[in-house]
């Protein structure tokens, strides 16, 4: 990585204004250094110049006539690839949406081009954000900037290891059970997931429409604040979207935090926890506390049962949301003599094997017989874990806990045994069911120096709370990327 | 409870994806011990718990009253406490020629697929 400072929102909005550079510069500046890093990390699916030059050139247009700039002018930001791009191939990192083009934009992408931002391209990501390491991608694992023997985490992996590596400043990925959050913590970056309909789903192709959500990866908390006022908010095209005002959250987060109670659940600090990643996550609760933050134990008693449930919910929903694919309107078509026999040569083909894992598992799940043991007692489970929830707010302003149990895995290290890579998600997925805000925020590096993640869970709207306290701590701890 | 090989060929079946014999065995495999640590969600009393079948943060959100949202449009509206439905008004929306355009095998304005129906 090179020695010149990272590029910001901020410094971005201030060398436009000077004319130290212009938006076009900024832009090409970015893509000279994806062609350069992009073959061996393999961040990005695609890249759109035409879009982003263009984009640029409305930039540079503007600040020519000293017009107001938007908050994120000329900012260069990575798409995870599940997010649709009108224009602009948009594949899940699946077969089957090979030769996909969307015919329209997501609202979040709409919101970030009103504000200025400049898109850069597609980043890679696990088969419809089915994965913890990326490495369930038809088109070939990213490889952690950190560390390229490891994975960045999944299933956001491209849009984490884009930011890592200076390769936009900042990034939109999706969270259904961790896939913002556990990448961030891997590759070293603040990641946020806002609470379940704080950013309009439009436009974002669905894997389990109760748990998914858009989120920002970005180089510091302040642009993470930036980037959510701009994303967040109502739109008539996504009916879970909320009627709540959208605060100035960079406004938000400069307010001191003393005398914020803190949870810190003892379910999260048991077996199974690497010791220097529990070292460094306490260390961190240690230096919140030092800023007059108060330390409440608590009890979520029902964390040990947030895998299984998640895996009911969101593979039922799945199976459901991944019907579609079936070669009729879109995506790949394998021709068959018989409509039933084309749909099943068509998914066989299309679909990557965890894909298929989990259709099958949410299609079991549902299927007769087996609904109320399986999928009504999850619905049943995940109402107790979202009362754990409900339970701390009501002692504590935020909850931390380490975003993932161990710091980034070797690649292939858990590709064989699906279940265990199902458990790098056990922090993560509770904050998912329940529907709350979180935000991994860098707290440090392993001996090995490998990024560690501490995780921080606000209560739902509670967005601004979370980056105020993980702005504190960015500050105190000297903790940037 | 162990999952059979039949049992993934019924679940393949009706998730309409064809398996090769390799493969029904792997999935057997996984989906059992899959299905195996599931089945700790039976040691949870849940009697007397309600199914928590929709997300609504909005239920424990702070009031504003009126709440006001930035629409799309970039508008600000004051949005109601309850739900907001919107006028039942019919607008354009004229996207079927770039919708087909995706598609595999289209005659406008027809997705074509394999013939259904036995004359």
């Known amino acids: 990585m090179s020695g010149a400072p990272r590029w910001t929102v901020a410094s971005v909005h201030e060398a436009l204004l000077a004319k130290k550079t212009s938006a076009r510069e900024l832009a090409q500046e970015f893509y000279a250094q994806i062609e350069q890093r992009n073959p061996e990390l393999n961040a990005f699916l695609e890249l759109c110049p035409d879009r982003a030059y263009a984009q640029a050139d409305r930039v540079d247009a503007i600040v020519a006539q000293g017009k107001p700039l938007g908050r994120l002018a000329g900012v260069p930001v990575a798409i995870k690839d599940v997010i649709s791009t009108e224009g602009v191939r948009t594949t899940c990192g699946s077969k089957i949406l090979e030769d996909y083009t969307p015919p329209y934009d997501a609202t979040a992408i709409e919101r970030l081009e009103r504000a200025g931002a400049v898109i850069m391209g597609k980043t890679n990501c696990d088969e419809f954000a089915m994965g913890s390491s990326n490495e369930n991608s038809a088109y070939g694992p990213v490889r952690n900037p950190i560390a390229l023997d490891r994975v960045p985490g999944g299933s956001s992996g491209g849009s984490a290891a884009a930011?890592?590596?200076?390769?936009?400043?900042?990034?939109?990925?999706?969270?259904?059970?961790?896939?913002?959050?556990?990448?961030?913590?891997?590759?070293?970056?603040?990641?946020?997931?806002?609470?379940?309909?704080?950013?309009?789903?439009?436009?974002?192709i669905a894997f389990a429409s109760s748990l998914d959500r858009i989120g920002p990866f970005a180089t510091n908390i302040t642009d993470a604040a930036t980037v959510m006022s701009v994303i967040?908010?109502?739109?008539?095209?996504?009916?879970?979207?909320?009627?709540?005002?959208?605060?100035?959250?960079?406004?938000?987060?400069?307010?001191?935090?003393?005398?914020?109670?803190?949870?810190?659940?003892?379910?999260?600090?048991?077996?199974?926890?690497?010791?220097?990643?529990?070292?460094?996550?306490?260390?961190?609760?240690?230096?919140?506390?030092?800023?007059?933050?108060?330390?409440?134990?608590?009890?979520?008693?029902?964390?040990?049962?947030?895998?299984?449930?998640?895996?009911?919910?969101?593979?039922?929903?799945?199976?459901?949301?991944?019907?579609?694919?079936?070669?009729?309107?879109?995506?790949?078509?394998?021709?068959?003599?018989?409509?039933?026999?084309?749909?099943?040569?068509?998914?066989?083909?299309?679909?990557?094997?965890?894909?298929?894992?989990?259709?099958?598992?949410?299609?079991?799940?549902?299927?007769?017989?087996?609904?109320?043991?399986?999928?009504?007692?999850?619905?049943?489970?995940?109402?107790?874990i979202a009362r754990d929830f409900a339970e701390a707010f009501e002692k504590v302003d935020a909850i931390i806990t380490p975003t993932a149990p161990t710091t980034a895995f070797k690649l292939g290290e858990k590709t064989a045994d699906p279940l265990e890579m199902y458990l790098a998600d056990i922090y993560t997925v509770t904050g998912s069911l329940a529907g709350v805000p979180g935000i991994s925020v860098p707290c440090g590096k392993s001996a090995a120096g490998l990024p560690i993640g501490m995780q921080i869970f606000g209560s739902h709207f509670g967005e601004a709370r979370i980056l105020q306290l993980a702005r504190a701590f960015e500050k105190a701890g000297g903790f940037s990327i | 409870m162990k999952i059979s090989r039949e049992d993934v060929l019924r679940v393949a079946q009706l998730a309409h994806l064809e398996l090769a014999p390799e493969e029904v065995e792997a999935y057997r495999g996984q989906l059992d011990e899959i299905l195996s640590y599931i089945g700790k969600l039976q040691e949870l009393d849940v009697s007397n718990v309600e199914p928590m079948a929709l997300m609504d943060p909005m239920a424990d959100a702070p009031h504003q009253a009126p709440r006001r949202s930035a629409g799309l449009d970039g508008a600000i509206a004051a949005a109601p406490a309850e739900p907001e439905l919107r006028d039942d008004v019919v607008a354009p929306c004229s996207v079927a020629d770039a919708v087909l355009a995706e598609a595999p095998d289209a005659a406008k304005p027809f997705f074509r697929v394999p013939k259904v129906i036995e004359r």
Not at chain 1, 166 to 195: E, F, N, W
Not at chain 1, 233 to 241: A, E, I, R, V
């Open chain 1, 232 to 384: 967040a908010g109502h739109d008539s095209n996504d009916s879970t979207s909320a009627s709540l005002a959208v605060p100035e959250y960079a406004a938000e987060i400069e307010k001191p935090v003393a005398g914020l109670r803190i949870g810190m659940p003892e379910d999260y600090f048991g077996a199974g926890l690497d010791a220097e990643v529990k070292d460094k996550v306490q260390a961190g609760i240690t230096l919140l506390e030092s800023l007059g933050c108060k330390r409440v134990p608590l009890k979520m008693p029902h964390t040990d049962y947030a895998i299984a449930t998640y895996y009911v919910i969101a593979t039922a929903e799945a199976s459901s949301n991944l019907a579609r694919y079936d070669g009729v309107r879109y995506g790949l078509r394998v021709q068959g003599n018989t409509l039933m026999e084309m749909y099943r040569k068509t998914r066989e083909r299309g679909f990557g094997p965890e894909v298929k894992r989990r259709i099958m598992l949410g299609t079991y799940a549902l299927s007769s017989g087996y609904y109320d043991a399986y999928y009504l007692r999850a619905q049943k489970v995940r109402s107790l």
């Open chain 1, 163 to 204: 930011v890592a590596a200076g390769l936009s400043v900042v990034a939109l990925g999706t969270d259904t059970g961790g896939s913002i959050r556990q990448p961030g913590a891997y590759c070293g970056v603040p990641a946020m997931m806002p609470t379940y309909g704080r950013v309009s789903r439009y436009g974002l």
